[in-house]
Protein backbone atom coordinates (compact mmCIF):
# COMPACT_ATOMS: atom_id res chain seq x y z
CA UNK A 1 0.00 0.00 0.00
CA UNK A 2 0.70 3.79 -0.20
CA UNK A 3 3.19 5.00 2.85
CA UNK A 4 4.00 7.99 4.13
CA UNK A 5 6.74 9.38 6.31
CA UNK A 6 9.15 6.62 6.47
CA UNK A 7 11.72 8.17 8.96
CA UNK A 8 15.39 7.06 10.49
CA UNK A 9 13.77 6.84 13.99
CA UNK A 10 16.60 8.65 15.95
CA UNK A 11 18.71 11.43 15.40
CA UNK A 12 21.40 12.72 17.17
CA UNK A 13 22.98 16.72 16.99
CA UNK A 14 25.13 18.56 19.14
CA UNK A 15 23.47 21.78 20.81
CA UNK A 16 23.88 25.04 17.86
CA UNK A 17 24.54 22.79 14.81
CA UNK A 18 21.54 22.51 12.36
CA UNK A 19 18.94 19.07 12.30
CA UNK A 20 17.51 17.57 9.17
CA UNK A 21 14.68 15.32 9.65
CA UNK A 22 14.09 13.18 6.35
CA UNK A 23 11.14 11.80 5.39
CA UNK A 24 10.22 9.56 2.15
CA UNK A 25 6.55 9.30 0.76
CA UNK A 26 5.02 6.73 -1.80
CA UNK A 27 1.77 8.60 -3.23
CA UNK A 28 2.71 10.34 -6.17
CA UNK A 29 -0.75 12.37 -6.30
CA UNK A 30 -0.04 13.51 -2.47
CA UNK A 31 -0.26 17.55 -2.53
CA UNK A 32 -0.17 18.51 0.67
CA UNK A 33 2.62 17.65 3.78
CA UNK A 34 3.18 18.73 7.16
CA UNK A 35 5.15 18.27 9.86
CA UNK A 36 4.59 17.80 13.26
CA UNK A 37 6.12 18.23 16.59
CA UNK A 38 5.65 15.71 19.81
CA UNK A 39 7.11 16.68 23.01
CA UNK A 40 7.65 14.04 25.64
CA UNK A 41 3.96 14.14 27.62
CA UNK A 42 2.41 15.56 25.11
CA UNK A 43 0.72 15.68 22.02
CA UNK A 44 1.87 16.38 18.77
CA UNK A 45 2.04 20.31 17.61
CA UNK A 46 1.52 21.92 14.14
CA UNK A 47 4.85 23.30 12.87
CA UNK A 48 5.00 23.96 9.41
CA UNK A 49 3.35 22.68 6.08
CA UNK A 50 4.06 22.63 2.43
CA UNK A 51 2.08 22.52 -0.56
CA UNK A 52 3.03 20.38 -3.72
CA UNK A 53 3.26 23.21 -5.97
CA UNK A 54 5.99 24.57 -3.94
CA UNK A 55 9.55 22.95 -2.92
CA UNK A 56 10.62 25.65 -0.36
CA UNK A 57 9.12 27.01 2.51
CA UNK A 58 10.34 28.81 5.14
CA UNK A 59 9.33 29.38 9.30
CA UNK A 60 10.90 30.66 12.24
CA UNK A 61 14.43 28.67 12.22
CA UNK A 62 12.91 25.85 10.42
CA UNK A 63 12.57 25.42 6.49
CA UNK A 64 10.91 22.55 4.97
CA UNK A 65 12.29 21.33 1.57
CA UNK A 66 10.00 19.16 -0.59
CA UNK A 67 11.28 17.19 -3.67
CA UNK A 68 8.92 15.53 -6.07
CA UNK A 69 10.77 13.72 -8.20
CA UNK A 70 12.24 11.48 -5.74
CA UNK A 71 9.21 11.60 -3.35
CA UNK A 72 11.58 13.23 -0.23
CA UNK A 73 10.46 15.92 2.30
CA UNK A 74 12.78 17.03 4.81
CA UNK A 75 12.47 19.65 8.27
CA UNK A 76 15.97 21.74 8.39
CA UNK A 77 16.14 23.38 12.22
CA UNK A 78 18.88 25.68 12.40
CA UNK A 79 21.21 26.42 15.40
CA UNK A 80 19.48 23.67 17.15
CA UNK A 81 18.43 23.96 20.88
CA UNK A 82 17.70 21.78 23.79
CA UNK A 83 14.16 22.67 23.77
CA UNK A 84 13.83 21.30 20.17
CA UNK A 85 14.36 17.57 21.36
CA UNK A 86 10.84 15.55 20.63
CA UNK A 87 9.90 13.36 18.13
CA UNK A 88 8.90 15.01 14.79
CA UNK A 89 6.33 13.72 12.49
CA UNK A 90 6.20 14.71 8.73
CA UNK A 91 2.27 13.87 7.71
CA UNK A 92 0.21 13.98 4.43
CA UNK A 93 -3.12 15.43 3.84
CA UNK A 94 -5.30 13.02 2.45
CA UNK A 95 -8.44 13.72 0.25
CA UNK A 96 -11.44 11.88 1.56
CA UNK A 97 -15.07 12.79 -0.28
CA UNK A 98 -15.96 15.81 1.60
CA UNK A 99 -13.40 15.72 3.96
CA UNK A 100 -9.79 14.87 4.48
CA UNK A 101 -7.35 13.21 6.84
CA UNK A 102 -4.18 13.39 8.06
CA UNK A 103 -1.89 10.07 7.76
CA UNK A 104 1.35 10.27 9.98
CA UNK A 105 5.09 8.66 9.38
CA UNK A 106 6.28 7.09 12.18
CA UNK A 107 8.73 9.26 13.66
CA UNK A 108 12.01 10.47 13.96
CA UNK A 109 13.55 10.73 17.62
CA UNK A 110 15.90 13.99 17.92
CA UNK A 111 17.90 14.47 20.85
CA UNK A 112 20.29 17.04 21.49
CA UNK A 113 23.82 16.70 22.84
CA UNK A 114 25.29 19.39 25.04
CA UNK B 1 -6.23 29.08 23.64
CA UNK B 2 -7.59 26.36 21.31
CA UNK B 3 -8.17 23.58 23.88
CA UNK B 4 -8.96 19.40 23.40
CA UNK B 5 -9.63 17.72 26.61
CA UNK B 6 -9.60 14.21 26.69
CA UNK B 7 -10.97 12.37 29.78
CA UNK B 8 -8.11 10.18 30.86
CA UNK B 9 -4.78 10.16 31.04
CA UNK B 10 -4.49 6.83 32.43
CA UNK B 11 -6.64 3.69 32.06
CA UNK B 12 -6.04 0.43 33.19
CA UNK B 13 -9.04 -2.39 32.26
CA UNK B 14 -9.29 -6.08 31.85
CA UNK B 15 -10.11 -8.33 28.24
CA UNK B 16 -13.59 -7.98 27.70
CA UNK B 17 -14.52 -4.80 29.24
CA UNK B 18 -16.07 -2.12 27.43
CA UNK B 19 -14.26 1.20 27.39
CA UNK B 20 -14.81 4.71 26.43
CA UNK B 21 -12.48 7.25 25.29
CA UNK B 22 -14.07 11.03 25.33
CA UNK B 23 -12.99 13.73 23.79
CA UNK B 24 -14.01 17.58 24.17
CA UNK B 25 -12.98 20.22 21.98
CA UNK B 26 -14.00 24.21 22.69
CA UNK B 27 -12.92 25.49 19.06
CA UNK B 28 -16.18 24.68 17.22
CA UNK B 29 -14.09 22.93 14.82
CA UNK B 30 -15.89 20.39 12.44
CA UNK B 31 -13.50 17.71 12.30
CA UNK B 32 -12.26 15.45 15.14
CA UNK B 33 -10.23 12.72 14.53
CA UNK B 34 -8.84 9.28 16.92
CA UNK B 35 -5.24 8.31 16.51
CA UNK B 36 -3.52 5.81 18.39
CA UNK B 37 0.25 5.82 18.83
CA UNK B 38 2.49 3.06 19.35
CA UNK B 39 6.70 2.70 19.29
CA UNK B 40 8.01 2.98 16.26
CA UNK B 41 4.80 2.72 14.00
CA UNK B 42 3.55 6.55 14.79
CA UNK B 43 0.37 7.85 14.70
CA UNK B 44 -2.60 5.66 13.52
CA UNK B 45 -5.77 6.90 12.14
CA UNK B 46 -8.62 4.90 13.83
CA UNK B 47 -12.08 7.16 12.97
CA UNK B 48 -12.39 10.07 12.11
CA UNK B 49 -15.90 12.84 11.93
CA UNK B 50 -16.32 15.82 9.67
CA UNK B 51 -19.53 16.45 11.26
CA UNK B 52 -21.73 16.03 13.64
CA UNK B 53 -23.50 11.93 13.30
CA UNK B 54 -20.85 11.33 10.85
CA UNK B 55 -17.89 9.05 10.54
CA UNK B 56 -15.86 7.68 8.84
CA UNK B 57 -13.02 5.05 8.91
CA UNK B 58 -9.55 5.47 9.26
CA UNK B 59 -6.52 2.68 8.59
CA UNK B 60 -7.07 1.05 11.78
CA UNK B 61 -10.67 0.70 12.61
CA UNK B 62 -10.99 -2.66 13.56
CA UNK B 63 -12.64 -3.58 17.20
CA UNK B 64 -13.36 0.05 17.73
CA UNK B 65 -16.48 2.65 16.98
CA UNK B 66 -16.97 6.31 17.46
CA UNK B 67 -19.89 8.47 18.64
CA UNK B 68 -20.09 12.03 17.48
CA UNK B 69 -23.44 13.32 19.48
CA UNK B 70 -22.60 17.11 19.21
CA UNK B 71 -20.05 18.79 17.46
CA UNK B 72 -17.72 19.26 20.69
CA UNK B 73 -17.75 15.54 21.70
CA UNK B 74 -16.27 12.58 20.23
CA UNK B 75 -16.04 9.38 21.98
CA UNK B 76 -14.26 6.37 21.12
CA UNK B 77 -15.46 2.55 22.43
CA UNK B 78 -13.66 -0.33 22.49
CA UNK B 79 -17.18 -2.98 22.85
CA UNK B 80 -14.64 -5.73 24.11
CA UNK B 81 -11.15 -4.77 24.82
CA UNK B 82 -8.31 -6.93 23.49
CA UNK B 83 -4.33 -6.84 24.85
CA UNK B 84 -3.68 -5.62 21.18
CA UNK B 85 -5.62 -2.24 22.01
CA UNK B 86 -2.75 -1.49 24.89
CA UNK B 87 -1.81 2.26 23.44
CA UNK B 88 -1.68 5.78 23.64
CA UNK B 89 -4.74 7.34 22.43
CA UNK B 90 -4.51 10.43 21.11
CA UNK B 91 -7.89 12.75 19.78
CA UNK B 92 -7.50 15.87 17.94
CA UNK B 93 -9.69 18.32 16.05
CA UNK B 94 -9.29 20.64 12.73
CA UNK B 95 -11.32 22.97 11.10
CA UNK B 96 -11.58 23.89 7.35
CA UNK B 97 -12.63 27.66 7.86
CA UNK B 98 -8.61 28.73 7.62
CA UNK B 99 -8.99 30.26 3.89
CA UNK B 100 -6.81 27.60 2.89
CA UNK B 101 -3.91 28.14 4.47
CA UNK B 102 -2.74 25.27 7.41
CA UNK B 103 -5.56 23.07 6.63
CA UNK B 104 -3.26 20.04 8.39
CA UNK B 105 -3.13 21.78 11.61
CA UNK B 106 -5.01 19.73 13.47
CA UNK B 107 -4.97 20.31 17.78
CA UNK B 108 -4.40 17.04 19.79
CA UNK B 109 -5.35 16.24 23.04
CA UNK B 110 -2.49 14.86 25.37
CA UNK B 111 -3.40 11.59 25.20
CA UNK B 112 -5.34 8.81 26.95
CA UNK B 113 -2.80 5.80 27.93
CA UNK B 114 -4.78 2.89 28.15
CA UNK B 115 -3.97 -0.60 29.63
CA UNK B 116 -5.38 -3.70 28.66
CA UNK B 117 -4.83 -6.74 31.01
Known amino acids: GESVGLHLPTLSVQEGDNSIINCAYS??????FIWYKQESGKGPQFIIDIRSNMDKRQGQRVTVLLNKTVKHLSLQIAATQPGDSAVYFCAENRRYSSASKIIFGSGTRLSIRP | DVKVTQSSRYLVKRTGEKVFLECVQDMDHENMFWYRQDPGLGLRLIYF???????EKGDIPEGYSVSREKKERFSLILESASTNQTSMYLC????????????????FGEGSRLTVL
Open chain 2, 92 to 107: ASSTLRTSGKKIGELF
Open chain 2, 49 to 55: SYDVKMK
Open chain 1, 27 to 32: NSASDY
